[in-house]
């Protein structure tokens, strides 16, 4: 018995490692995600937080909340991955990072996606945009890009989560930009 264990948990674990590359390709591939690899690039520092949430972790956390919040979790089912990233140094160039921010946000314009929030007040850049379905009944993604003076903050929530969600979505990751957003399907 333990000659099979031996010889079949590898097998098993070679067996598991192309399915888990080849959800993280199609993560990449949905149109809701986004790749913040430069920004991270030009923080040039490690992440204070970094939070990175794929499908089955996200299946794990819908199950142990249902029975507290029913919404958070219908939610949280229908989504593919929650990456956070804070940075907190006074070494960032907020300048340099904003004006990558901007080149990604003009890129997420050319994508379709839909910008709901943008401040501009120096030295504050933030930009929060939705990736919303031609019908607007589904919210694919939502990129947020904080850039201010020691802190940088980036996050990509990647699913299909339908607009009457978002409110939830920002309670439960506390995600303050979000709690007071109405998307309104008539306005697009």
Not at 21 to 28: G, I, Q, R
Not at 125 to 133: G, K, P, Q, T
Not at 168 to 173: P, S
Request: aromatic share 4%.
């Amino acid at each position: 018995m333990k000659m099979l264990m031996a010889v079949m948990l590898p097998l098993v674990c070679i067996g598991i490692i192309p399915v888990v590359m080849a959800a993280d390709s199609d993560v990449a591939n949905h149109p809701g995600y986004v790749d913040f690899s430069v920004l991270t690039a030009i923080a040039n520092v490690e992440p204070n937080v970094e939070v990175s949430l794929k499908a089955p972790l996200l299946n794990m956390i819908t199950n142990l909340i249902r029975s507290e919040d029913e919404q958070a979790a219908d939610f949280i089912s229908k989504l593919l991955r929650v990456t956070v990233n804070v940075f907190e140094s006074s070494a960032i160039d907020v300048s340099e990072i904003a004006d990558s921010m901007s080149t990604i946000a003009n890129d997420l314009d050319e994508q379709g996606w839909e910008r709901v929030v943008r401040v501009r007040e120096n030295p504050e850049h933030v930009d929060v945009y939705f990736r919303i379905s031609d019908d607007a009944d589904v919210i694919y993604g939502i990129a947020i890009m904080v850039a201010e003076p020691g802190e940088t903050v980036l996050v990509n929530i990647v699913g299909d989560i339908s607009t009457d969600d978002i409110s939830a979505l920002g309670r439960r990751f506390n995600i303050d930009e979000l709690v007071d957003i109405d998307i309104d399907a008539d306005d697009n």
